[in-house]
């Protein structure tokens, strides 16, 4: 720690950090452009100035960029100077002298930086007065709205989208006042990450195009804490309302999990919430029409008393991405016995693999956002850009890991972007890529190895071997597999950091076991590896952690036994396995009754659907892939007909005295009787202060107290304003009546401050600039890995992938767009996402004679473009996974093609 | 008196390697070789070798900052600066076609004596004639074994290379010059780090203006204290001297640093064209201060000038006489800045064109009186440190310099709502 | 496509430096040397060649003044238009060649001869007004010369 002064007091800091980070995590106001705490600082936009004086008899000191600017002990500056208050002035009336000045119409208005920069500097007067320079707009894809005459040209989205995220069909062009930020032509952009773009951007030139079509401003949104549905990792997101909406998704900063970033599925992907799909008053198949038909509520429950009037034998399905309180709730109404995970057994079984590696340790288990830390990473087997897109953006981050030793060696500050690059040149972490399929990470691997995944693992095993003899031996190699597997163990041996990465998306269950015999003889070495395993869903963990019995298992037990109804919930089944096992299951039963929020095919099946609430309907609790469990909050009330999962199930529990039940209403008795039946889970009732939660008596608003239009937004409907609903989940309310300081982390429904209305806000909520939210990151491990543990290597060694002559083994292939079941709703994924294809190696191709083949699948034959890459290994064929055009088929499996 | 730089070069001729060796060239290098790479370094600090791009840093002393130990980084860089975009400067033209291998020898004792393994020489686009001058040098010093590998038996490799710019003044800006070499945008780097220790792809570099390295070679074959002797003042060594504008002889003239303004106007530059009176003029080129009348007595060496509170600078002066429009000057100079701006920093990009609009109004007859005010305010905002490099300071020397000494003309202009200097 | 000769004289200079891609200024210059200008298409080609994305090669294209992105004449006329040119006249010289080119700066001709540009400083201030047609500096301009002038480039 250092003492440094400023404007006269004292203050004691740790000079880890460069001066404007230091002054504003002080809590003391500066404003800025052009650095990101992500980003580091390069000094262009000159709007951090401040005096610093050289000794105590400098009295006038000179203009520094804080940005750029050391901490030092004893060091002696002013924020306040009344020169350096002009000179920031003066900067910002130069950003605005070609702005548009076009606030009224845009986007950004009232949560702009640029906005809360120009109050705060004190440019007022426009004394400008000549023609500003215009620039034409691109189309930049579905995602992002380009307007680049409010561009002040901080630089911060070429940086973010180059040198963060990896994308490569972005840049600044020309120069002087003319500087032009774009693409090379008008297109899509490729970048993965592409929408974070409209929160880095200080102003509006880039915006989110799917806020756009139904565009409210931040104060009239009706905001809620939620948590992504959209893949494992569980980022933390901020969902917005208005008239029943969901009109955006911004990212909610965790400090351990996805820091200040989401990806474009997790942004973009929420428009099945608005869908014209959506169920929102439950169906009764009629008898007579054979359709389903809306009923009333008491229908719902007169449907139950009659299956219950015989104390009846139900069979529950649930779902990896419905919260644990739903599952459980299913789980209490049909007895853990008659209770399945909706998932396919070679899903389940991976993520319960998993689950133990995890747990089994002796590797540690990082947090998404310290997988940026690792100075090694080795991957094995897969696509995370796909499967697990933030990880990717995280990693990209861990390959400067190793490279920033040189800087930090010449002294050279870690914040220093601009000198941090140019010392890094094209050196990168050691990291090594191990996948069937091309990934996005190709471009910054040591080496990458494409091969079947039984083959990956055969290698991933040698290197365990390598590292410690007595892991078990992987025979016939060939030699340069040999050598690879050396610069991979000794890559992992000389690291500071080795991490490794591997998840079930290759259904591929000794993928899993090498990751975990790599880490256990690392740990034999004297090393403290990191082992970070995604899986499918959002809660595929938080399912297998209630219940271990899979789909499969399920139709056996519904074929074999004599139930009387079953119930499935937020569960598309044709999504899960294939369609002749799926129509089996249904025609067992003449009670199929479905809690879902969109038709699907499963719902085709029910004769009783009951409307539940999507992600921003309701309540509940997720554990990501690391073993996390973190609470999402319901964003408005849709009215009387939708409800939780868990509420329905708990209404039609408590109304039949089930189970001993008796108290089952609120969130809270939900997670408490969660936590009595699995004290594993005993962290969910920590996650977050409970219902009663007040702070000085009051709740904690959703909206914010510039929220207008209350009392005449349904005014066209009903002149009386009526009550707003109460919410007796959680301890905020639907509306801006509450406590309307800093609520507690895990309530954190927008970033604002005084002076700060743009999501720059975040630094005031934060401990430190870039570190923890105050009060700590929500969110807690309900499991750790046990680091002492002497758990035994895995001694299956599969054998080497053999190409067969007339069949191909058939592994599916993820799509960030389109293999999603939910996200695809919105139309600018479903347009971005791939039409049915089937990949095959290039010289394979070679032996089909046209651009289309028949693929024999599950008996039945489809016809598929066929896509080649050269690198895909031979005798293999990859399948797009869960678009919707294509049914779900068993994977992996061998199929027959021909054409 | 010496002029060691130019001494030998004739009007429209080229020094071939043996003209240059019948006088003696490269016998500094074959000294040099014998020294110690510290020994060279010292022998130039000794030799008070001050830089002759623009800003007059102790050439010996940059020299030194370069990590040449056995674990310092490699390849170790040479770069000489020969982008020379600054309006009314032409003196590196001169050396290159006149003379190249004396840059030659001077680079390769300089990479001697930061022990650099790869030079470059970075030659403004539209010198075309030196570039075929230096790529011939090149060649037959090759061809000589003077450069590539073991240079003279000694041990020491050095190759060296020519790039040729695309236009774009700021690449004259030694880190924006690396990142053009490097390929890229030609913004400017934060410094610190230096490029001495960090430059060119990350490694240690020097960027030397070519004119600096030019007079290496003639401190190394006759020692500092001649080097020293050669000049009226403190710094070393000779400087080329420069006059454009309407004078009777405009030109380039070696003379030894210290001599009078005076001496250089009317002696060598033959005064005013008839008719004409003087001014004022920038003295190093065009991002300098004004100089009046009053200063025509100060001695031409970097503490003189900076006394007279402008800069020696490039050395070469742009002269205004009484019939040419100040206004219109400083326009046109802003014009070029602005242009010139890179578009990395604010204050540039957005106060240079501002002032260019100012001043066009002014000059067109347009003018408020406010108008001086902002111009006022906006040589402070994009004062020296306020910006990211010093492009955006050096546009505003001659701007403001010229609002204190030839304030009347900007305010005749706003009254009479016209140019009074045009017809 | 690029043509072989293209291909050597950028790879050639791409020797000259740790990674290949700090030639694409030079490339750039190589192609405008036989083309004229950089075509949309060049661009392409050239971030192929040299494993960039068009979007990098034009970044620093479009950042460079004396890279052409736009077809330009047969010959350009780069008239120097900075203060030492400027005091000794440049202003008459360019009102000549608009008014005998029949274009005004950043066109061309109608006969695809001549493209005008103005540039900053050419380094010949002692010979100003200065101009460079093509590889070719001429100095000391006045009306009469540059009658002369063009006429060479008939
Ligand atoms: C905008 C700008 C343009 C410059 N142009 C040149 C130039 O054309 N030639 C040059 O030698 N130095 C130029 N300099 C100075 C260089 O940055 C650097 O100081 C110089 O090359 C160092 O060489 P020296 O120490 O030998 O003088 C320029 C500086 C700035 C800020
Ligand atoms: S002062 Fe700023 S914008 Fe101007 S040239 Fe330097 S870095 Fe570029
Ligand atoms: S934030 Fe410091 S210069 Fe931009």
Not at chain 1, 244 to 265: E, H, L, M, P, Q
Not at chain 2, 13 to 24: A, P, R, V
Not at chain 2, 314 to 325: N, P, S, W
Not at chain 3, 96 to 103: C, D, E, N, P, V
Request: proline letters at 6%; a negative charge; charged letters at 25%.
């Amino acid at each position: 720690m250092v003492k440094i002064t400023i404007d006269g007091n004292v203050y004691e800091v740790d000079p880890k950090d460069n001066l404007l980070q230091t002054i504003l995590s002080l809590g003391l106001d500066l404003p800025y452009f052009c650095w990101h705490p992500a980003l580091g600082s390069v000094g262009s936009c000159r709007q951090c100035a401040v005096k610093k004086y050289s000794g105590e008899d400098d009295q006038k000191g000179r203009i520094v960029m804080a940005c750029m600017e050391p901490v030092v002990d004893g060091m002696r500056i002013s924020v306040n100077d009344p020169e350096v208050k002009d000179f920031r002035a003066n900067i910002i009336e130069l950003l605005m002298t070609n702005h548009p000045h076009d606030c009224p119409v845009c986007d950004e208005g009232g949560e702009c930086h640029l906005q809360d920069v120009t109050l705060m500097s004190g440019h007022n007067y426009r004394q400008f007065d000549f023609n500003k320079r215009t620039h034409n707009n691109q189309y930049l894809g579905p995602f992002i709205n380009h307007e680049m005459n409010r561009c002040i040209q901080c630089y911060r989205c070429v940086r973010f989208y180059r040198e963060y995220a990896g994308g490569r069909d972005f840049n600044v062009f020309s120069s002087r006042n003319r500087v032009f930020f774009g693409r090379y032509e008008d297109g899509v952009l490729e970048n993965e990450f592409s929408g974070n773009l409209a929160e880095v951007c200080p102003t509006g030139v880039f915006t989110d195009k799917t806020y756009k079509q139904h565009f409210t401003r931040k104060w009239d949104l009706t905001t809620a804490p939620s948590i992504c549905h959209n893949c494992s990792l569980g980022c933390n997101i901020i969902a917005g309302e208005r008239y029943g909406t969901i009109r955006r998704i911004a990212s909610r900063y965790n400090g351990k999990v996805n820091g200040y970033f989401i990806c474009d599925r997790g942004r973009f992907g929420y428009e099945y919430v608005n869908s014209d799909q959506r169920i929102r008053e439950p169906l009764r198949r009629g008898q007579a029409s054979g359709r389903l038909e809306p009923v009333d509520r008491e229908t719902v429950f007169n449907y139950f008393k009659k299956i219950f009037d015989k104390k009846p034998r139900l069979l529950g399905i649930g779902s990896p991405k419905a919260s644990l309180e739903s599952n459980h709730a299913l789980q209490m109404l049909v007895g853990k016995e008659n209770f399945f995970a909706g998932v396919s057994a070679v899903e389940h079984q991976l993520t319960l693999k998993a689950i133990q590696i995890l747990k089994e340790g002796p590797a540690e288990v990082p947090s998404l956002r310290e997988t940026e830390k690792a100075d090694t990473v080795l991957i094995l087997g897969e696509d995370v850009t796909n499967t697990a897109p933030m990880l990717a953006l995280s990693l990209r981050q861990a390959s400067r890991q190793k490279p920033m030793e040189l800087p930090i060696k010449m002294n050279v500050p870690t914040w220093h972007e601009m000198a941090v690059l140019e010392l890094m040149q094209d050196e990168r972490s050691p990291f090594f890529v191990l996948t069937p399929t091309e990934t996005k990470l190709d471009d910054i691997a040591t080496a990458v190895y494409r091969n079947a995944p039984d083959n990956i693992a055969r290698l991933a095993h040698a290197v365990a071997h390598y590292i410690d003899s007595a892991a078990p031996e992987v025979e016939n190699l060939s030699e340069e597999e040999t050598e690879l597997v050396k610069q991979i163990a000794e890559n992992l041996l000389s690291s500071k950091q080795p991490l490794i990465v591997s998840g079930t998306s290759c259904l591929n269950e000794s993928l899993l076991e090498a990751a975990a015999n790599i880490t256990r003889a690392l740990k034999k070495r004297q090393k403290s590896p990191w082992i970070f395993l995604t899986v499918p869903e959002a809660n595929s963990v938080g399912l297998a952690l209630l219940d271990e019995k899979d789909l499969n298992q399920a139709i056996e037990k519904a074929l074999s036994d004599s139930y009387d109804a079953l119930i499935i919930l937020e569960n598309d089944l044709y999504r899960r396995i294939e369609e002749d096992k799926a129509n089996k299951l249904f025609d067992a039963f003449e009670h199929v009754i479905v809690l879902h929020y969109l038709h699907n095919s499963t719902t085709d099946k029910a004769n009783l659907v009951v409307p539940v609430g999507p992600f921003s309907e309701s309540d509940g609790t997720l554990v990501n892939n690391e073993g996390r469990a973190q609470r999402f909050y319901q964003v408005f009330y849709p009215g009387d007909s939708v409800k939780e999962s868990w509420r329905w199930l708990g209404q039609i529990i408590t109304g039949h005295g089930l189970n001993g039940r008796s108290e089952l209403s609120k969130l809270d008795d939900f997670i408490e009787a969660l936590v009595r039946d699995f004290p594993e889970l005993k962290a969910v009732k920590d996650l977050a202060p409970n219902a009663d939660f007040r702070i000085a008596g009051q709740k904690i608003p959703r909206q914010s107290h510039r929220y207008s239009g209350r009392t005449s937004m349904n005014a066209n409907v009903n002149v009386s304003e009526p009550k707003p609903p109460e919410d007796e989940d959680s301890p905020m309310s639907f509306t801006m009546e509450g406590y309307q300081g800093m609520p507690p982390s895990p309530f954190i429904s927008r970033f604002w401050y005084p002076g700060w209305n743009s999501v720059q806000a975040v630094n005031k909520f934060q401990i430190e600039v870039g570190g923890a939210l105050r009060g700590g990151d929500p969110g807690l491990r309900v499991f750790e890995p046990q680091t002492d543990s002497d758990a035994p290597y895995y001694t299956r060694i599969p054998e080497a992938f053999k190409p067969q002559k007339d069949q191909w083994f058939a592994i599916p292939v993820f799509h960030i767009f389109g293999s999603d079941e939910l996200s695809i709703y919105t139309p600018g994924v479903a347009e971005l996402a791939p039409k049915p294809y089937l990949l095959l190696n290039q010289k394979d191709a070679e032996s089909f004679s046209g651009e289309k083949v028949n693929v024999l699948l599950d008996g039945k034959q489809i016809e598929l473009t066929v896509k080649t890459s050269s690198s895909f290994p031979s005798g293999m064929v990859g399948i797009p996974f869960g678009l919707p055009e294509m049914k779900i088929f068993k994977f992996p499996n061998w199929v027959k093609i021909s054409g | 008196m010496e002029r060691p730089l130019t001494q030998h070069i004739r009007p429209g001729e080229t020094l071939t390697i043996t003209d240059y060796q019948k006088h003696g060239g490269y016998e500094g290098l074959k000294a040099a070789l014998k020294m110690s790479p510290k020994e060279v370094q010292d022998t130039v600090k000794r030799a008070h070798l001050r830089g002759r791009g623009g800003a007059g840093f102790p050439t010996g002393l940059k020299w030194s900052f370069v990590p040449i130990g056995d674990d310092a980084p490699r390849p170790r860089y040479l770069i000489a600066n020969g982008d020379e975009m600054e309006p009314g400067t032409f003196k590196d033209r001169l050396l290159v076609e006149g003379n190249p291998h004396q840059l030659i020898e001077g680079m390769i004792i300089s990479a001697y004596a930061i022990q650099a393994e790869i030079g470059y020489v970075f030659l403004r686009w539209a010198y075309k004639k030196g570039e075929k001058i230096i790529q011939k040098a090149l060649a037959e010093a090759y061809e000589a074994g003077l450069l590539g590998k073991n240079i003279l038996g000694s041990g020491f490799d050095f190759d060296l290379y020519l790039h040729t710019s695309a236009g774009r003044y700021i690449c004259g800006e030694e880190t924006a010059l690396l990142n053009s070499l490097e390929g890229k945008r030609a913004n400017p780097r934060a410094k610190p780090p230096f490029p001495q220790t960090s430059g060119l792809f990350g490694k240690p570099t020097i960027v030397n203006n070519i004119e600096t390295l030019c007079n290496v070679p003639h401190i190394l074959r006759n020692g500092a204290d001649w080097y020293k002797k050669i000049s009226l003042s403190e710094d070393g060594g000779t400087k080329i001297f420069g006059v454009s504008g309407k004078v009777k002889k405009p030109g380039l003239w070696e003379l030894p640093l210290g001599v009078t303004l005076k001496e250089v106007l009317e002696e060598y530059a033959g005064g005013m064209q008839d008719g004409l009176k003087f001014r004022g003029l920038l003295p190093g080129g065009a991002s300098t201060d004004f100089l009046t009348e009053e200063h025509l007595d100060i001695k031409l060496d970097y503490a003189g000038v900076e006394k007279a509170g402008s800069r020696l600078g490039t050395g070469t002066m742009i002269v205004l006489d009484d019939k040419t429009c100040v206004v219109g000057m400083v326009l046109n100079l802003e014009h070029f800045f602005a242009q010139e701006s890179c578009g990395w920093c604010t204050p540039c990009r957005e106060g240079l064109p501002w002032s260019e609009k100012i001043l066009a109004r002014i000059e067109n007859g347009q003018g408020k009186m406010q108008d001086l005010e902002i111009l006022e305010g906006l040589t402070k905002t994009l004062g020296p440190g306020n910006t990211f490099c010093a492009l955006a300071p050096g546009a505003m020397e001659p701007l403001q310099s010229a609002l204190k000494y030839f304030r009347e003309d900007f305010e005749r202009h706003i009254k009479e709502q016209r140019c009074p200097r045009r017809s | 496509m690029l043509s072989d000769k293209e291909r050597t004289e950028i790879e050639e200079h791409s020797r000259h430096y740790p990674r290949k891609q700090a030639a694409v200024i030079e490339a750039l210059k190589v192609v405008q040397s036989h083309r004229g200008y950089v075509s949309d298409e060049n661009v392409k080609d050239i971030a192929e060649f040299l494993e960039m994305t068009p979007d990098e090669v034009d970044s620093v294209a479009t950042f460079y003044n004396l890279i052409f992105r736009k077809p330009v004449g047969e010959h350009v006329i780069l008239l120097c238009d900075s203060v030492s040119c400027w005091i000794m006249g440049y202003e008459t010289i360019m009102d000549h060649l608009r008014a005998k080119l029949k274009i005004e700066p950043g066109q061309t001709t109608e006969d695809g001869k001549f493209t005008l540009l103005t540039i900053p400083c050419l380094g010949a201030c002692d010979r100003a007004p200065a101009m460079m047609i093509d590889n070719d500096l001429h100095g000391n301009l006045t009306v009469q010369k540059i009658d002369e002038i063009l006429k060479k480039y008939k």
